[in-house]
């Protein structure tokens, strides 16, 4: 599996050319929630003080989604002609903040963040939540922690996602998040 990262990790990660020219940043993430994927990125310019370039970088611009850059194939791919899907949402404006729900209509908690795996896929994996009492005891720092595969259904219904509740596991860190998506047994709290 390639490597596990969160979409709020993403921003600001630059767009680079395989020439090794920096071409922009990623400003947000946009994702297809009913694929359960990364359909592109808003970019910004390079720096602290840039603003928006007012294009979106689709998905099958980018060669490779890396630990420390987007990796396009050269520098006009950021303003190609391909438009990112319209019914793409930006991540912040309809999933983080979302309910995390099971079939049978138990809360598992609240959508902090979502887990996507490196390389070519854009493919989501999970989501970190800050669970629900009655799914992991304790602390609620020990609860904000918490990590939930994505499963093969899932359902997008207005501010709610909704899991099988026979997939519902959680872990407590991407290790283990990787384990369960992979099938594995992982470590719950």
Same mark, same amino acid.
């Given at each position: 599996?390639? &490597?596990?990262? @969160?979409?709020?990790?993403?921003? @600001?990660?630059?767009? /680079?050319?395989?020439?090794?020219?920096? +071409?922009?940043?990623?400003?947000?993430?946009? %994702?297809?929630?009913?694929?359960?994927?990364?359909?592109? %990125?808003?970019?910004? #310019?390079?720096?602290?003080?840039? $603003?928006?370039?007012?294009?979106? !970088?689709?998905?099958?611009?980018?060669?490779?989604? $890396?630990?420390?850059?987007?990796?396009?194939?050269?520098?006009?791919?950021?303003?190609?002609?391909?438009?990112?899907?319209?019914? *793409? &949402? +930006?991540?912040? =404006?309809? +999933?983080? $903040?979302?309910?995390?729900?099971?079939?049978?209509?138990? &809360?598992? #908690?609240?959508?902090?963040?979502? /887990?996507?795996? *490196?390389?070519?896929?854009?493919?989501?994996?999970? %989501?970190?939540? =800050?669970?629900?009492?009655?799914? +992991?005891?304790?602390?609620?720092?020990?609860?904000?922690?918490?990590?939930?595969?994505? *499963?093969?259904?899932?359902?997008?219904?207005?501010?709610?996602?909704?899991?099988?509740?026979?997939?519902?596991?959680?872990? =407590? #860190?991407?290790?283990? !998040?990787?384990?369960?998506?992979?099938?594995?047994? *992982?470590?719950?709290?």
């Amino acid at each position: 599996m390639d &490597e596990l990262m @969160t979409a709020r990790s993403l921003t @600001t990660r630059p767009v /680079v050319t395989l020439g090794g020219d920096a +071409v922009a940043q990623v400003k947000d993430t946009v %994702f297809d929630a009913a694929a359960g994927r990364i359909v592109g %990125f808003a970019l910004s #310019g390079r720096g602290l003080l840039s $603003g928006s370039l007012g294009h979106r !970088l689709p998905w099958s611009a980018v060669h490779c989604l $890396g630990h420390d850059a987007v990796m396009i194939r050269s520098r006009r791919d950021p303003a190609g002609a391909s438009a990112v899907p319209p019914d *793409g &949402e +930006v991540l912040r =404006d309809r +999933v983080l $903040g979302a309910k995390l729900l099971t079939d049978s209509g138990t &809360e598992v #908690g609240t959508v902090l963040d979502v /887990v996507v795996a *490196g390389g070519r896929s854009g493919r989501v994996v999970g %989501f970190r939540v =800050d669970a629900s009492k009655a799914l +992991v005891p304790g602390p609620r720092r020990r609860r904000r922690g918490v990590y939930v595969p994505r *499963g093969e259904d899932l359902t997008v219904t207005g501010r709610a996602l909704v899991l099988p509740g026979e997939s519902v596991r959680v872990t =407590d #860190g991407l290790s283990g !998040l990787g384990a369960l998506a992979a099938g594995r047994p *992982g470590c719950t709290p």
